[in-house]
T-cell receptor, first 116, second 116 residues
Framework: AQSVTQLDSHVSVSEGTPVLLRCNYS??????LFWYVQHPNKGLQLLLK????ATLVKGINGFEAEFKKSETSFHLTKPSAHMSDAAEYFC??????????????WGLGTSLAVNP | KAGVTQTPRYLIKTRGQQVTLSCSPI?????VSWYQQTPGQGLQFLFE???????NKGNFPGRFSGRQFSNSRSEMNVSTLELGDSALYLC???????????????FGPGTRLLVL
């Protein structure tokens, strides 16, 4: 069965330092992978997605993620954290065969705190 | 372009009642997906509607149902409410069916339902 595991439920960094949010997935088929961000009292917003093109995916707000098939990972990184990055981050993997009836499986989220 | 809107934003019901939530997708989007978000379970997929047809369904009981109208607006209904139905219900729209796996979804702010 397909699944996604976010390895840290909480991450705390200082402003200006790098961010690493870890995500491992399992999928029997070529997956599509996403990172979404949810700020308090706001809707979910897509940060970036991987759909079998370049393995290094650049997203909005300086975030990027690298698809590593051998490690079944899709970690999210940012070189320098900003206070506005404090939010909940979700890793998402598509489940099922290519074509119809794929479902998105969501990780439980990583809460990112950015300290001044 | 207006984003995804959901009404109402907050709702309080008692056990045994039923509730109807509404979602208006981004103009031109034909797919609407519904999710339940709780602290313990994360985001769980309820169902997807595309061109007024249910395309995909998660593992929820039959008390949870939905429909989509010709203007792509969607409603979700929960009958015989239980305490465990308290959650944030999120609606997401996309241009094409998200069942293909790679489609970007745009989320509304959610409806927070409290069942007493």
């Amino acid at each position: 069965a397909q699944s996604v595991t976010q390895l840290d439920s909480h991450v705390s960094v200082s402003e200006g330092t790098p961010v690493l949010l870890r995500c491992n997935y399992s999928s029997s088929y070529s997956p599509s992978l996403f990172w979404y961000v949810q700020h308090p009292n706001k809707g979910l917003q897509l940060l970036l997605k991987y759909t079998s093109a370049a393995t290094l995916v650049k997203g909005i707000n300086g975030f990027e993620a690298e698809f590593k098939k051998s490690e079944t990972s899709f970690h999210l990184t940012k070189p320098s954290a900003h206070m506005s990055d404090a939010a909940e981050y979700f890793c998402v993997v598509s489940q099922g065969m290519a074509g119809n009836n794929r479902k998105l499986i969501w990780g439980l989220g990583t809460s990112l705190a950015v300290n001044p | 372009k207006a984003g995804v809107t959901q009404t109402p934003r907050y709702l309080i019901k008692t056990r045994g009642q039923q509730v109807t939530l509404s979602c208006s997708p981004i103009s031109g989007h034909r797919s609407v997906s519904w999710y339940q978000q709780t602290p313990g379970q994360g985001l769980q997929f309820l169902f997807e509607y595309f061109s007024e047809t249910q395309r995909n369904k998660g593992n929820f009981p039959g008390r949870f149902s939905g429909r989509q109208f010709s203007n792509s607006r969607s409603e979700m209904n929960v009958s015989t409410l239980e305490l465990g139905d308290s959650a944030l219900y999120l609606c997401a729209s996309s241009l094409r069916s998200s069942s293909g796996g790679g489609e970007t979804q745009y989320f509304g702010p959610g409806t927070r339902l409290l069942v007493l």
